[in-house]
């Protein structure tokens, strides 16, 4: 599905918002400052969305992420977030793509 340039802004920033507000594994929710730090992988994430993928490859990509991206050390915390910020951007692209 095509979708326009602002559109695309829109999903952008809900893909920001989930990833700030429901995984941030960086713990930079309160830090204004740093509040942009996450958005270097909003747009892979945007193409692993709209390329329909699986909550699991969603999910191992934020795991990537984490742990070699953001150097976040392995923790039962991280992979409940992970697990459930994957579940959210699935049903986010099921909503806008």
Do not use: C
């Not at 809900?14 to 942009?36: G, M």
């Not at 934020?62 to 039962?76: E, M, N, R, V």
């Amino acid at each position: 599905m095509s979708v326009d340039k602002e559109q695309l802004n829109q999903i952008y920033r809900q893909i920001h918002n989930v990833l700030l507000d429901e995984w941030d594994p960086d713990h930079i929710k309160q830090i204004p400052a740093a509040r942009t730090e996450y958005d270097a992988f909003v747009e892979s994430i945007y193409s692993l969305l709209e390329a329909h993928a699986s909550e699991e490859q969603i999910y191992e990509a934020l795991k990537l992420i984490a742990l070699q991206d953001l150097g976040i050390p392995k923790s039962s915390e991280l992979d409940i977030a992970t697990k459930n910020t994957a579940a959210k951007l699935k049903k986010l692209v099921l909503t806008n793509l």
